[in-house]
């Protein structure tokens, strides 16, 4: 199985900036594409980044040029680096990353329980 475990969270004021990571770890064959998704309250979880195992990178609209999303495939991370926080940008982060776990078999979604980002005054 492959575990997820995500560090970097918490509150901040506007315009300030936190850097979300997260590390995978269990019996990981490869890692494709990882990404960060945010659930705000009340909301439905939603995309904020992807990056894919080549390198390329997807932002939502309400990010773009404020996040930056980057992977250490040594490692097995992905981080999240934001700036110029709103306090829209409010929620819980998850990891997210496809994977497999055998040679053979298919690719496969996994989560982190995810960190809370506060943007307050």
């Known amino acids: 199985q492959v575990q997820l475990v995500e560090s970097g969270g918490g509150l901040v004021q506007p315009g300030g900036s936190l850097r979300l990571s997260c590390a995978a770890s269990?019996?990981?064959?490869?890692?494709?594409?990882m990404g960060w998704y945010r659930q705000a309250p009340g909301k439905q979880r939603e995309l904020g980044a992807i990056i894919t195992g080549g390198g390329n990178t997807y932002y939502a609209d309400s990010v773009k040029g404020r996040f930056t999303i980057s992977r250490d495939n040594a490692n097995k991370s992905v981080s999240l680096q934001m700036n110029s926080l709103k306090p829209e940008d409010t929620a819980v982060y998850y990891c997210?990353?496809?994977?497999?776990?055998?040679?053979?078999?298919?690719?496969?979604?996994?989560w982190g329980q995810g960190t809370q980002v506060t943007v307050s005054s």
């Open positions: 997210n990353v496809v994977a497999r776990v055998t040679i053979s078999g298919g690719s496969s979604n996994y």
């Open positions: 269990g019996s990981i064959f490869s890692i494709g594409t």
